[in-house]
């Protein structure tokens, strides 16, 4: 008898009306992370055959997007793409689907198949993670989350650092729910750290607007930045002095 059909959480979700045991992976991490509230826009990166969709849309009841180069069955409040998540066609395509505002989550189960040779199934598992850091700076939110599944080996530490560096908070989880013999382990990122707008670095930007202090209102890349004494349609070289999740703080330079 294969192990699969031994395993408890192979028969919880087939008990449940889950299409994969990793469904139970993905509520672990939701749960231990806060990662998918209510109204989430969930983009799901290697989703087929879709549990992690059906708890995606469970948690959110929100817009939530799965990617496969396989089909997706459907299931109902899920949109689903066939691609490759390597390719920036795939990316435009999940972008033309979501709102202009970005996705709240992006997951990424994806695994290459297994060659058995465990250094080359390393580097592609990196690679593809590799693939869906990209998508998820892309297409997140400022403030945005992220979880994606890694094999284990030599190149983790360095993959680990570099989601390390576009998120606030950043730690490698091993839910319950993945077998103990496996070499997988997912990496968690929360509130995307904006990359438009860099500290001390000098823009040109335009007032578009005033806040509630009289601060003048510019964007860059879409991402708020306040410029005190600011008026509207004024054209201003500013210097960036401090970058929060959401927003910025500049100075003008005379
Ligand atoms: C472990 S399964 C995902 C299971 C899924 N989370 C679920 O709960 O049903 C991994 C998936 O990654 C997909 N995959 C592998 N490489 C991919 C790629 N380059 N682009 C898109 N999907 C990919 C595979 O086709 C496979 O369906």
Not at 1 to 6: A, E, L, N, S
Not at 40 to 61: F, H, K, N, Y
Not at 203 to 208: A, G, P, S
Request: hydrophobic content about 40%; charged content about 30%; some cysteine.
């Amino acid at each position: 008898m294969p192990r699969d059909r031994r395993d408890y959480y192979y028969r919880k979700a087939r008990k449940e009306g889950y299409r994969s045991r990793a469904a139970y992976k993905l509520k672990q991490i939701s749960e231990r992370f806060n990662l998918i509230n209510k109204g989430s826009t969930v983009v799901d990166l290697g989703a087929s055959p879709g549990g992690w969709c059906q708890i995606a849309r469970e948690l959110s009841g929100g817009k939530v997007v799965g990617v496969d180069i396989l089909p997706i069955n459907e299931i109902e409040g899920v949109e689903t793409i066939k691609g490759d998540i390597r390719l920036d066609s795939t990316i435009e395509t999940i972008r033309g689907l979501i709102k202009k505002e970005g996705a709240d989550v992006v997951l990424c189960d994806a695994a290459p198949n297994l060659s058995g040779s465990w250094s080359y199934d390393h580097a592609r598992s990196i690679d593809l993670a590799t693939s869906a850091l990209l998508c998820a700076r892309k297409i997140l939110k400022p403030g945005g989350g992220f979880a994606v599944k890694v094999f284990q080996g030599d190149m983790f530490p360095d993959f680990l650092n570099k989601v390390r560096g576009y998120f606030e908070k950043v730690q490698a989880f091993s839910p319950q729910a993945s077998r103990k013999q496996s070499a997988e382990i997912y990496v968690i990122g929360k509130q995307l750290i904006n990359d438009a707008v860099k500290l001390n670095e000098v823009y040109t930007v335009t007032i578009e607007d005033v806040g509630a202090d009289g601060d003048g209102i510019a964007k860059i890349d879409d991402f708020v930045v306040f410029v005190k004494r600011g008026k509207v349609g004024e054209t201003l070289k500013i210097r960036i002095r401090d970058v929060k999740t959401r927003f910025g703080f500049g100075e003008i330079i005379p």
